[in-house]
Each structure stands twice: as C-alpha cells, then as structure tokens.
C-alpha cells in the first residue's frame, strides 16, 4: 500500500537550534517528494522537492531534505530554526504516472521556543 | 500570478443543506485537484481534472459529491445533504503539466466547511 509516515505528530525546538523532520514512504513506483507547509487557516506551501538526481535538495526558507533510498526517507533538515517557522509541515508522495496526485503524511507540528 | 482562489473561505451550514464551493486555479494551468483535510490530518485526495475532463475519483467522493470544471478553467465542487462527517477543510490545487511534469501542486488557501 502506498503510504507516507511522519512519526512526530508535534515537535518543539528553541528558536536557533537546529531541526529534522522525519518522513518514511512507502510507494511502487519511483517516488517524487515533497515537503509542505501550512500556517494556521492557510493553504500550502511548497518548501521543496525531489524528482531525481543530486539526494541532497535544497529548498526555501533555509530547508533542506535528503532523499535516500535505503530507508524509503525524505527527512527535513533546517541549521537554524526562527520563530517565524512555527506551522505544520507535511511530506507528500507522488509518481509521474499517478496523475499528480499525491499522497500526504498525516503532518509534524513545529513550535519554536524563545 | 494570482495564485489559487476558493470561495466561500468559510462555510457553515445545518445538515441535510446543500454546499458548493468554487476553486479557480492559476490560469495556464491544465490540471486541477480536490482535496480534503480533517482536523490534524494531512491532505486527502478527492478528484482531478485534465483541462475539463475529470480523470479520477477518489472512493472518498461518494454519490453526494459532485465536481466539475465546465471549461477548463475554475471548477466546483458540490456536497448534497451534507452530514457531520463532511466538516473539512477543502482544498484545491493546480499543476501546469506537459513535456515536463514536474508534479507541483500550488494550493489555494482552502473552503473551511462546518455543518451543523
């Protein structure tokens, strides 16, 4: 079955530390990746994503995310965490013949401390 | 760029009413996608479009949920009877797809629906 896990339902890091966000898939085909974010009451963001090539993708706002293959991971990566990161943030799984259409995990709550 | 527009932003209504919600996408783009998304759970999807074909339906999009895109640019999405368990956030998305399909969806701010 196609699935993506995010295992951490709320995380919290003080503001200037660093962060990871994980992400497990499971999918048939060649997976692409994505990381959304979404603030309170809005849409989503693309933060960034992965097709093919270099596994190390850089993205918006400072993210960063490492694809490998191995461990069926996408895990989110920023150095320096700022206040203004607080939202929720999802891992999305999707194909080239699945119409776009993607799937989503269920989504990591990022509070950042003073 | 305008981005992805959805109207109404929210939506309360009684049970056994009827809603539609409207979505118009970034205007080049051909494919437009609904999804769901229910308090602390990651988006779910629902149907797409390919211009003005709807190409696949989700199992979650039972008999009282209609969408359409009549000419291939702003859809609907219509609930009928609504119940409770309809209470969502729905969000559409759109993608340019071509020789290079890259997949990315841009997303709307979403139609927050609560039926009471």
């Known amino acids: 079955a196609q699935s993506v896990t995010q295992p951490d339902i709320h995380i919290t890091v003080s503001e200037g530390a660093s962060l990871e966000l994980r992400c497990n898939y499971s999918?048939?085909?060649?997976?692409?990746l994505f990381w959304y974010v979404q603030s309170p009451g809005q849409g989503l963001q693309l933060l960034l994503k992965?097709?093919?090539?270099?596994?190390l993708v850089q993205g918006i706002k400072g993210f960063e995310a490492e694809f490998k293959r191995s461990q069926s991971s996408f895990n989110l990566r920023k150095p320096s965490v700022h206040w203004s990161d607080a939202a929720e943030y999802f891992c999305?799984?999707?194909?080239?013949?699945?119409?776009?259409?993607?799937?989503f995990g269920q989504g990591t709550e990022l509070s950042v401390k003073p | 760029d305008t981005g992805v527009s959805q109207n109404p932003r929210h939506k309360i209504t009684k049970r056994g009413q009827n809603v539609t919600f409207r979505c118009d996408p970034i205007?080049?783009?051909?494919?437009l996608y609904w999804y769901r998304q229910t308090l602390g759970q990651g988006p779910e999807f629902l149907t797409y479009?390919?211009?003005?074909?709807?190409?696949?339906k989700s199992r979650l999009l039972s008999d009282r949920f209609s969408a359409e895109r009549p000419k291939g640019s702003f859809s609907t999405l219509e609930i009928q009877r609504t119940e409770q368990g309809d209470s969502a956030m729905y969000l559409c998305?759109?993608?340019?797809?071509?020789?290079?399909?890259?997949?990315?969806?841009?997303f709307g701010e979403g139609s927050r629906l609560t039926v009471l």
């Open positions: 998305a759109s993608s340019l797809v071509g020789t290079t399909n890259t997949g990315e969806l841009f």
């Open positions: 479009f390919q211009n003005e074909a709807q190409l696949e």
């Open positions: 205007s080049e783009h051909n494919r």
């Open positions: 999918y048939g085909a060649t997976p692409y």
């Open positions: 992965y097709f093919s090539g270099d596994t």
């Open positions: 999305a799984v999707g194909a080239y013949n699945q119409g776009g259409k993607l799937i």
